[in-house]
């Protein structure tokens, strides 16, 4: 399972993967922070789950 951010302008900030996972629900909690660590604004922003040749896209909304 990979899970991607992407910012409002569709720039890639985060990539999150999780390998060897079984079949089920699962929940993600993404730190509001960039890969390098930097703490990103509030706003709109879209993420895609990948697995089993599958992608979901939805919209997320970072407040702090």
């Known amino acids: 399972m990979i899970i991607k951010i992407y910012d ?3 720039g890639l ?3 999150a993967k999780e390998v060897n996972k079984k079949p089920g629900s699962y929940s993600y909690i993404w730190d509001g922070k ?10 709109s922003y879209f993420y895609t ?16």
């Open 34 to 43: 960039d890969s390098q660590g930097k703490e990103l604004s509030n706003g």
């Open 8 to 10: 409002a302008s569709g």
């Open 49 to 64: 789950v990948e697995a089993n040749n599958q992608i979901l896209v939805n919209k997320a909304t970072s407040v702090k």
């Open 13 to 15: 900030v985060k990539e």
